[in-house]
């Protein structure tokens, strides 16, 4: 058994050999003493116990020395300069630290390999990589809630170098490095590239760059990669920019990465998998967060991107290929329904600027997304919109039988007629079928989805055909009766190409109506030639319609003057001469009169509605009228009265003399009354030229509706009453072919509705019965 003082004497020298058991970490001792030291050790049989000590103390130093000293000196600072200058002091000083401990790392090496028990240390059977697992482990336990700030500038102040490093190669010496934002000749470029490749590798060195910089890093390209795309991408839609950025990430970003993985080298070492696969695997992070972050912000944009289609079609490509690389297909979809109910759908926006953006929509997202699955989801709110809105069907209508360009279904429309072949040849296509996404509809038809085009879409609002074909009865109609000259050729082309989007049968009526104008102009030649008819100071062109394929005109009365009637009962006797057992029946106020006016030096050649002709000619044999006289001759209700008159008063011809008294204006005042009255022009031709003579929509269907009233009756008296659906079922039977006359079952409750208000019927629970009398 060693006596006390030869113990002493050997604890000494371990003491000398691993100084950290006495709290430091700094020996003198050479590799040739170390191993009579370490043989003493072995001899005395407490080379575990000894291993374990010193690796108790090394601990220990490490968290009450080392480790606080590497985070005091991360001090929150805001300028980014000093943050780079705090993180490389104390990276340089915890390397200069784990350096020191490396001549007693590697005895204690040496001692843990004659121990006999094969124990881990910190889980790593290497002392050293057990050390620096102890020394990771002992500074996240410790790490400070701010430390990302000087890491974040370090980073960003190397990047910004990096990112300019050949901007300024060409310019003087005056000029500002926007590097390191010094003058040019006091730049600290190379400095802080040589700062920052020297650190980098001691990070690796240690291990400690993915785990102490790896988030911040990560953060802080994520914020320029945000940055570059708002500064590139913002506002512009006719460039493609996943091209320049997937360029900007690979030359620049990447490159920056490698430079820190590698030490300071542009490329991973060939032999180093680690590296290669932590470089690889940052890239793949990088480009989904570049491709998400662009589709966001396109995503944002898109209501203006779909305004702007075609032109902006290259933003739609590079959406639609980082679709394809991301998962932002529901937020495309309810961010764009967002936008579409916000900036469309309110009553400040005109019917027609809705249908202009929803064929836009239709078309960007058709080109985005050809399953249509994107478009069915998005536009549900809009056509649901629009079939709330009374004039939807007539500017629908109008939009496909406008001129000019601009005019996008009308474009659609003859498109569908050039294209219907095509069409037909696209089915064939098996090979090019590919399967719906995963969030479309498993009920609806794919092939239905993609089949459908822009007018069908439309058309689909309602679900029917017949509204739309109905209004361009009304509209054509408008248009026929209400030029003075009629372009029958373009009528008739507009006509072939809705009939072949419609059917022939469904416009059937259209043909008729195109053909009552053909045989009108014929008629009125013929009749010209008759010597019984003719005025020499007037001429009538008679519009000659087959009254039941037209629809209903409004309901006005007009007593037209004598001499206009007597003209019309001569052009009648012609017609009947001519038809043999036909004859006319006048619609006075619908048409145009051709009318020349003399008043003083002023001459007026117009064209006016027959109301202000019948007015104007009734001033010409009496100077001065009242609204009940001219009530009494032309049998209008005053108020309509009033409002016409305006008209002339506008053209400086009729002044209000007193209260609705009104006298013709002689020559010398005409063009003081015109300016006088100038304000109520635009008044006047809003009402002459905007105004229909066809009945409204709303009257037409009271009409037709009104068709059924007799065989409800009917009904009633003999089974004295019925459930609402009863009655719509057997009305079914009796609906004839003519359009207008089905009826929903929600149109028919509405009508029953309005009879029990009037008293017509009485409901009983839910039976319709007639009251009694």
């Not at 790490?143 to 974040?152: A, G, K, M, N, S």
Request: glycine share 4%; hydrophobic share 40%; net charge negative.
């Amino acid at each position: 058994m060693a006596k006390k003082g030869e113990l002493e004497a050997c604890w000494s020298k371990i003491n000398y050999a691993f100084p950290i058991l006495n709290g430091t970490i700094f020996t003198e001792c050479t590799n040739e003493e170390y191993e009579d030291i370490q043989e003493i050790v072995i001899n005395l049989g407490i080379q575990i116990k000894i291993r374990d000590l010193v690796i108790i103390h090394i601990e220990k130093y490490v968290r009450q020395n080392t480790v606080p000293s590497f985070w005091a000196k991360f001090v929150k600072s805001d300028v980014e300069v000093k943050g780079f200058q705090l993180f490389k002091t104390a990276i340089n000083d915890l390397y200069d630290s784990v350096t020191n401990f490396e001549p007693m790392l590697r005895k204690l090496s040496l001692l843990n390999s004659n121990c006999s028990d094969n124990m881990p240390i910190f889980g790593e059977r290497d002392i050293i990589l057990g050390f620096k697992q102890l020394l990771r482990a002992t500074l996240l336990a410790q790490i400070p809630l701010e430390f990302q700030y000087i890491i974040y500038f370090f980073y960003k102040v190397s990047f910004n170098v990096f990112d300019n490093e050949y901007e300024n190669s060409d310019m003087g010496e005056d000029v500002m490095c926007s590097g390191c934002w010094n003058d040019y000749s006091d730049c600290n470029c190379a400095y802080i590239v040589k700062v920052f490749h020297d650190t980098n590798r001691k990070l690796m060195e240690l291990q400690l760059l993915e785990r102490l910089a790896g988030q911040v890093l990560t953060n802080f390209i994520q914020m320029r990669i945000e940055s570059h795309i708002q500064k590139l991408c913002t506002g512009t839609f006719d460039v493609s920019h996943i091209a320049f950025l997937e360029n900007w990430l690979d030359t620049t970003v990447m490159s920056w990465l490698t430079r820190i993985y590698c030490g300071g080298s542009s490329k991973p070492p060939p032999d180093d998998k680690n590296v290669q696969n932590a470089i690889s695997k940052f890239k793949q992070k990088l480009s989904y967060y570049l491709y998400h972050s662009y589709t966001k912000l396109r995503i944002d944009q898109l209501f203006n991107i779909i305004i702007e289609y075609p032109d902006s079609q290259p933003a739609v490509d590079d959406i639609k290929l980082c679709l394809d690389k991301t998962d932002l297909r529901p937020t495309l979809c309810k961010n764009l329904q967002t936008a579409l109910e916000t900036r469309l759908l309110h009553p400040g926006v005109n019917t027609s600027e809705i249908l202009t953006a929803y064929v836009s929509t239709i078309r960007t997202l058709r080109h985005l997304d050809p399953s249509g699955v994107i478009l069915e989801t998005v536009t549900k709110p809009v056509r649901n919109y629009l079939r709330n809105r009374e004039d939807t069907v007539r500017s629908v209508v109008s939009s496909l039988t406008e001129d000019g360009v601009g005019s996008e279904l009308a474009e659609e429309l003859a498109k569908f007629a050039a294209d219907g072949e095509d069409d037909l040849e696209k089915e064939d296509l098996w090979d090019e079928w590919n399967p719906d996404p995963v969030d479309a509809d498993p009920k609806a038809n794919s092939s239905d989805r993609k089949a459908s085009d822009i007018i069908s879409m439309l058309v689909n609002v309602y679900g029917s055909k017949e509204l739309f074909v109905n209004e361009y009865r009304t509209l054509l109609a408008d248009r026929l009766l209400g030029q003075t000259v009629i372009n029958t050729e373009k009528e008739i082309t507009y006509l072939e190409l809705l009939k072949l989007r419609f059917g022939e049968s469904q416009l059937h009526f259209c043909e008729v109506m195109l053909k009552d104008v053909y045989d009108s102009k014929r008629i009125n030649a013929l009749i010209h030639q008759d010597n019984s008819f003719g005025d020499s100071h007037i001429m009538c062109n008679g519009m000659i319609l087959s009254a039941q394929f037209w629809p209903p005109f409004k309901d006005e009365s007009l007593e037209l003057p004598d001499v206009i009637k007597q003209l019309l009962e001569r052009y009648t006797k012609c017609f009947e001469a001519l038809k043999g057992n036909r004859t006319l029946n006048w619609i006075p106020h619908l048409g145009n009169v051709n009318i020349e006016i003399e008043i003083g030096q002023k001459k007026l050649d117009l064209t006016v509605s027959p109301f202000n002709a019948t007015l104007i000619m009734h001033f010409q044999d009496k100077p001065e009228w009242s609204l009940e006289e001219l009530h009494q001759v032309m049998k209008v209700p005053i108020t309509i009265l009033r409002r016409k008159i305006t008209y002339w008063q506008s053209m400086g011809l009729i002044s209000e003399k007193s209260a609705d008294y009104y006298v013709l204006v002689d020559g010398n005042d005409a063009n003081r009354s015109n300016v006088a009255t100038s304000q109520v022009q635009e008044m006047i031709c809003e009402d002459e030229e905007s105004e229909s003579v066809m009945a409204s929509a709303h009257d037409q269907r009271e009409g037709e509706l009104q068709v059924f009233w007799s065989y409800i009756v009917g009904m009633l008296t003999n089974l004295d009453s019925l459930p609402l659906d009863r009655i719509h079922q057997m009305l079914k039977m009796f609906a004839s072919q003519a359009p207008g006359t089905e009826c929903s079952i929600q149109e028919l409750r509405q009508f029953l509705d309005t009879k029990v208000r009037t008293h017509q019927l009485v409901l009983q629970g839910s039976m319709y019965k007639l009251p009694k009398t």
